[in-house]
């Protein structure tokens, strides 16, 4: 639930604080979202209408107004602009990088224009002013008012289809726009080629490729309208072309035209007047073809009951977000709930009713026995947001996700698994081999809905591939050199991390040669560590460190990805214990940790680096480097500093309001971030079946296994005033450890946290109680 | 069988014209043709390696030197060139537009190099020169001798499969390009996108997608080299590229790369020193995926037998020229099989070994029980190519290509059937609905394997779809008026002859109503008729002609396609005593033919018209308006006057030399009129079932009918100096008509004439004995 800014206070305690009665857990959980949340600042959430982890995005874009490198409207909406360029049907939750878009569909009353106009001049073209105020969204609905118009517009969404409802002034001439030019980042030879073709039967069909941040992807799609055509127009907008080829029927009566293909296609289709009954307007999108995506329509919106899908795509979040059930004031309710919300938007399906779908290598493949998800934004979701499917939605759907990479393994040109793809095709985005703790993780877990032997030979494969990002130099030295290949010490630590997934796996399979070997690799983190500045820094081939040396010093091309050393330098999650006597021992390893929450950082440092935000000292919260790093005062003998650290992040970081979000959702990273710190704990070491325990943040949270089982987090005393835990009791005994075995949550029980206003420095800090990761290995 | 230009008559007397004992007819037939005529001038055929109707069409190209519009180059080699840029797998044979030469492969020796190079700077780039005198070529194999790089280069097919043996330098490197830039006329953009991809056992496969003749055309390939790859590099020469997206693994690298996608991609294969045997490479092509030309690839050609597929060829070749068996000198034989080597390239194959293909709507679709051919060039052809099919190749063949101009009527998006289409695209090329005469033209032959009424509903569909080309107009007011449509005149006489081929398939179906309205639109070409001028011309749509009128006018926008009213004003072949009759009389259209043969014309009137070429008179053999003409006279009651027109015309129109025909083959109309007028006659009124005899240029001919049966035409005194039908017998009777019917050749037997010095006036002149076109209906 959600509505106009304006009004938002006073909606969350009018609605999300009373419990209905008679409504279940999960439709009050729904309740307390807020699409809203994320969708200002750089958080780069949208607040259109999608189910759990759906293919089609249904979502308002608002127009760039002066920025155009598309950064800041990478999901296609900004809580701060006035005007709305359309409805596309694919959106990104929160990434910092932009493309999708697709199919743009813009009500019109009156009369039609085919371009969007000058922001500046309203009226100009077909983008519309609206006001916050009109404006309703909720899990998979969202409502505007389109002031220019008059058109109110109501978006719904299945699966693979998008469901419009626009109702507009009676007595005007009613038009619907579709826009193929259109996309979050617009620049000249991004479209490579469209069609848009108008069948007998009214149903509108197309496609488009595109030169984006995926090169060459292909997405089709049909449409039908509730009522019959009065007419249509086909136009191709392009200028400039060297050769058309003859023209088709009527091409001087852009009305006769049966289909239009080119690179900057424009429709519009008329309705008469508007009349009082709403127009109906259905999508649907395919990887594969128009005529499956005619499938797609058939099987998932075969009618016109808006209300029908709305009411199961509600139904769908509700079941999904009563995984937890959470007692708390309103407004951290709604923080909680728009986190868990925004944690089960991707990754997303990507396949036709038919089980067929496009793999990297362009083509289209079947799935079979198993359901096919794309847009795996890996070095993000490896960290929180997997972990976090694999606690709280079946093991099905985790089985699934591995199931999609090994496929696009199968199917790659590369023979690897995939770094960061999305409608199925790689886009060589960020560092690492990340699909492996992934896997590693599901593994571990007993999820193994999926081939071991296969998966494990894919994580190998991927880990030995040489050409990528200095791999075969990694191999061959134990180290990225830095003189042969950028962000090196990144790129050290994270394949170390990676190897030791491996190693983990492979012991558990019993395959000690490769267990062996990774978890030698996974030691080559060492390789980064410079004793005489306590810092992970990138070596030259020859072995010497890159001089000069700046902690502070980020960028692209320099030893870091997206952070510097102040950032990255702690990144051993597989090796804590190494870490610290690295470092000289624990009491320094806290205090060099004590330095990055401490320091006094002028943000402009990272003004040249857009991911680099929600700064704690050198601590950014707003980018994953920085994730794990408060947990670590647990594992070096000080639970109550994480506790403490946590305290500050959660209230700085997150906010419930349009933008709260510290940075980049990054397709739920750093939601299912607060989801674990919120429940009070978090996977620091995807793969080892351990939490570190923060602190809650809840008075009570019961988790809904998928097992069946119940596991129930409960914190006495909790409050502002009580930040810190006292004691605590797992099924009614003493836990004097910082840390949690999933199998113990997976066997339901209770967790009882003793708030207390002061520091238990006694609390969780036996050395013989330390995680896996601190013990020696 | 022919060899470099220089040889040429010391070879045809050597070889063409002695028979080989135990030699088959086919092969000795085989033997005759010459794949170099028409490769010179304007005939726009190529010389390479083809089976019959294949869609692997694997032959050289040469390279452009001046001219930029592509028109000479259509078929990708121009004899009077001096240098090769590869050799590309498809090709149209004798068009007059330009697209096709996909998948260029060019052998090289010692430095790889990624450009054409500068034509005038031999060396500069990959194209090397080469010399006839190395050049070699027969239906189904084609080789050359590259000076440059000297490589001996041969090349051979299957239907699907283009096959190269390339005899290396034994101690230089070689190499092999693969160019995805380059098309017979290249232009900025014309390339969409395309992909190089090699994958891990060492096949390579790719795409592109273009945007020429017919925009948006995809075509994938697949490509094993007989030897293991030592190395590769792929590139894209792009620049200016706006967004590229995030690099691939080792982009640095070109031989590291995988995959490569883009809009100028090149790579190179490295196969170490060229050693003693040669390198063999196969390559396939598939409208549906890399997938499916890999399959294709494996079904035609699982192994290296290079020797094989070229007896396989052959064999195929050898079995269709059987066809006719032609006693003849040399020379004669020559023309006449290339001809009908020519007449047998086209339509093309295009499907996949797994009957996929890809439509007019530019989806994938399944051929089931039937096979799907494209390059329908049906303007042309529909006159002489396709009635030629239906009396030599099986009927079969004739269904299949209904079969598949219906398919292509289901999956239009303007549902309509093919204007003229290849790769299963409409390119909206030329004018009138000509698939309806082909398929009225079967099934009044009694070619029966495709929906007769699905047929006929298709052919109404087209003729009475508003949109195209002023058909709305014309169904209003009896003819395309130019005030609205242009070249209304043309449109206007083709629309109501392929009304009449609808009327006459309807009559025999018991479609009476149908039959009724078509027979009614037959007749509009009156409204084109001028008595006061004797021409016909393009009226307005208030029923006056244009004016200013010239009759020598020609041009687009004009009343006529690519001709003038000179050429255009005897096209009415379903009533030809209706046009005697408009004209006052027999005799007056017979005054007017001579106006047309005896006029003295300076060709430079036709110099913005690249089509009309073969100038006598005003008549133009090189364009097909003009085809039916020199038998006019026999409609007339004139026969001798037909013969002796057609003489000059053989003589004059046609050489067995490179530019020996007079105009574009147009995908082997001009082939077919050549066959048909040496046999002795032609199919003026496809529809009708009936041939005029014009007079028979070979001494002896016999047809080996597809039912098994044979028809034998001789020609007794048959010399230079004895050009005149004397008499004629059919089966030992007198036959005293200038006309065949169709089921009359079809029951065998022999046709016999006896030439003499001077016209037989009174041969076939009887009123009651003349075709069905000259009888009243």
Known sequence: MAVGQAKWMVALVLL?????????????????????????????????????????????????????????????YRHDDTTIVGFSHTHFSGTGHSDLGDVLLMPLSGEVKYERGDVARPGSGYTS?????????????????????????????????????????????????????????????????????????????????????????QLYFAMRFSRPLRGHAFHDTESDVVYRGFPPPADKDPGARAQIEGRQLVGSFDFGPGGREPLLVKVSISPVSEDSAIANLDAEAPGWDFDGIRAAARAQWAQALAA???????????????????????????????????????????????????????????????????????????????????AARRESPYGILPVWSFHGLETWCMIGYHAVPVIADAYMKGIRGFDADEALQAMVASADYGPYDGIAQYRELGWVPID?????????????????????????????????????????????????????????????????????????????????????????????????????????????????????????????MEDITGLIGWYAHGNEPSHHVAYLYAYAGQPWRTQARLKRIMDTQYAPRPDGLAGNDDLGQMSAWYVFTALGFYPVTPGS?????????????????????????????????????????????????????????????????????????????????????????
């Open 324 to 406: 937890v059930e959470v007692d708390a004031p309103p407004v951290q309710r709604t923080a909680f709930y728009t986190a868990l919300y925004h944690s089960m938007l991707g990754p997303t399906l990507f396949m036709d009713s038919d089980g067929r779908y496009r793999g990297p290598d362009n083509a289209v493949h079947q799935a079979q026995g198993w359901t096919h998800y794309s847009t795996f934004s890996l070095w993000d979701t490896y960290r929180a947001l997997h972990p976090l499917m694999t606690l709280l939605q079946p093991p099905q759907r985790s089985s699934d996700m591995v199931n999609s990479l090994l």
């Open 689 to 777: 079946n351990e939490y570190i325990i923060g602190r809650p943040f809840l008075p009570r949270a019961r988790l809904n296994l998928p097992n069946g089982k119940h596991f129930t987090l409960i914190a006495e005393n909790l409050d502002e005033a009580h930040p810190y835990i006292g004691s605590a009791t797992l099924d009614g005994k003493p836990l004097d450890r910082a840390f949690l075995r999933h199998d113990e949550i997976m066997a339901g029980g209770e967790l009882r946290f003793t708030m207390q206003a002061t520091p238990n420095r006694d609390w969780g800090t036996r050395p013989d109680a330390r995680p896996y990761s601190q013990s020696t290995h």
């Open 16 to 76: 999300a604080g009373t419990a209905v009665a008679g409504e279940s857990a999960g439709e009050r959980a729904l309740a307390a979202v807020d699409p809203f949340i994320g969708t200002g600042g750089e958080g780069h959430t949208y607040p259109g209408a999608t189910v759990p982890h759906g293919m089609v995005q249904l979502s308002p874009d608002t127009q760039i107004r002066s920025r155009r490198d598309g950064y800041g409207w990478a999901a296609g």
């Open 484 to 608: 042969e290949e950028g962000e090196a010490a990144s790129k050290t630590l994270e394949y170390a991390y990676d190897d030791w997934s491996i190693a983990r796996m492979a012991t558990a399979m019993g395959r000690d040669d490769i267990a062996a070997e990774f978890t030698k690799r996974a030691g080559n983190w060492k390789h980064a560590f410079d004793p005489s500045t306590g810092f992970m820094r990138a070596r030259r081939r020859d072995g010497s460190f890159r001089e000069p040396f700046d902690p502070a010093a980020s960028g692209y091309g320099s030893d870091y990805t997206e952070g510097n050393a102040w950032q990255y330098s702690w990144y051993v999650p597989q090796d804590v214990a190494g870490l610290a006597a690295a470092h000289g021992g624990a009491d320094r390893l806290l205090q060099r940790l004590d330095e990055v929450f401490d320091a006094k950082v002028d943000p402009a440092v990272f003004e040249h």
């Open 129 to 217: 002013r609206f006001d916050h105020r009109s404006e309703r969204a909720e899990p998979g609905y969202y409502a505007v008012t389109l002031d220019d118009s008059g058109v109110r517009a109501e978006l719904t969404a299945s699966a693979r289809v998008g469901m419009h409802r626009y109702a507009f002034p009676a007595d005007r001439p009613a038009h619907v726009l579709v826009d193929l030019r259109t996309s979050m980042y617009d620049y000249p030879g991004k479209i490579l080629w469209s069609r848009l073709r108008l069948r007998a039967d009214g149903t509108v069909t197309g496609y488009r490729q595109t030169r984006g941040w995926a090169p060459g992807r």
